[in-house]
């Protein structure tokens, strides 16, 4: 008999309401040492905050980057059925082997950061459910995807970059986050992969009967990434998940990304701390969406195309920023009375 991480969804929702603190120590060591290098106080701006976020959930004085871990989490939606997409389901699959091939951006940007790159495909890449005719999930196809998400952190990892790909899952993301912070799918739904108008209207009409459907059973975070989210969004949250039990913080790709782990921060307030967002997606929901979560991303690129593409961007920026940190002189070491 199998055995499950997640017995039920209370058991998942017992651990998102009790997520592990960032260490205090850690950034009092950073914050030591930031404040006797060779500049004024200050004045590497973000980068200062980004060493001291890297250690505080790494809960190192001394903060690293030797394993990077990028996964890209891939799956199939039924309501691509309804006409919201520019592209047919059977892409997601030509997309996977394109990936294991070494062939997408994402190999070429992993590649360059020095992240190992890993992509898994969920169910097999067999689709949800159609969420405009009933739950997207079954409780227990939802748990199970988080449950592989989780599984797929390394405890050794030192940053993990989250991203995704499935074609149809703009109109998943757009449907969850108008779920979680109010709205229709006039609010929230963007062009995606390249929908024209006719498709528009396609896609907001589904979120909004989605909504409609399952209404009873928004109010509660996990349930609705149960009933409108992917195989895929539901991993990724539960890899976020398991980054907080290991101490490994987390870079967010785009809208996808991002709407698939903030049923973490609808529990708890403090439940994404340890994830930064890395870039600000053309897709026009993410900026409403990284407002929602009171995050500012790193990067704005006009990036659209996912794959966990901005996360990898964002990576040689953390580097930087850990280079400065412990590689720059000291007012003593320089010679130079403060």
């Known amino acids: ?25 850690a950034v009092h060591h950073i914050t030591e040492r930031e404040g006797a290098l060779t500049k004024p106080p200050g004045s590497l701006g973000r980068l200062e905050e980004l060493t001291a976020w890297l250690g505080s959930w790494q809960h190192r004085a001394t903060p690293r980057l030797n394993h990077v871990q990028c996964i890209v989490f891939a799956g199939n939606h039924g309501v691509t059925e309804r006409g919201v997409s520019a592209w047919p389901a059977a892409v997601t699959t030509l997309m996977v082997k394109n990936f294991r091939e070494g062939g997408a951006a994402i190999n070429q940007l992993a590649l360059n950061a020095g992240a190992e790159l890993s992509v898994i495909a969920l169910e097999g890449l067999r689709p949800t459910h159609d969420f405009t005719l009933r739950p997207a999930m079954t409780e227990r196809g939802f748990l199970d995807a988080v449950a592989e998400g989780f599984r797929a952190v390394r405890p050794d990892t030192d940053l993990l970059c989250l991203g995704e790909l499935g074609i149809g899952n703009t109109t998943v993301a757009a449907a969850l986050a108008a779920a979680l912070f109010g709205g ?32 009873a059973f928004l109010s509660d975070p996990l349930t609705a990434a149960q009933c409108l989210g992917g195989y895929e969004l539901a991993a990724m949250l539960g890899a976020a998940l398991a980054a907080r039990q290991h101490h490994v913080p987390v870079l967010l790709d785009g809208f996808v990304s991002t709407a698939a782990v ?51 961007l964002a990576v040689p920026l953390l580097r930087a920023a850990l280079a400065c940190h412990l590689g720059m002189h000291t007012f003593a070491e320089a010679g130079i009375a403060a």
């Open 1 to 25: 008999m199998q055995q499950h991480l997640f017995s039920d969804l209370n058991s998942l929702r017992a651990l998102c309401l009790s997520p592990l603190p960032p260490s205090a120590n």
């Open 184 to 215: 229709t799918g006039a609010d929230w739904a963007g062009p995606g992969a390249g929908s024209d108008e006719a498709g528009m209207a396609r896609k907001r009409a589904a979120i909004d009967s989605g909504l409609k459907r399952h209404q």
């Open 262 to 312: 903030a049923p973490l921060h609808a529990l708890h307030d403090e439940g994404l701390a340890h994830c930064q967002i890395a870039h600000c997606s053309a897709e026009p929901g993410h900026k409403r969406l990284a407002q929602a979560l009171g995050q500012n991303p790193l990067l704005d690129l006009g990036l659209r195309l996912g794959e966990g593409s901005g996360a990898a």
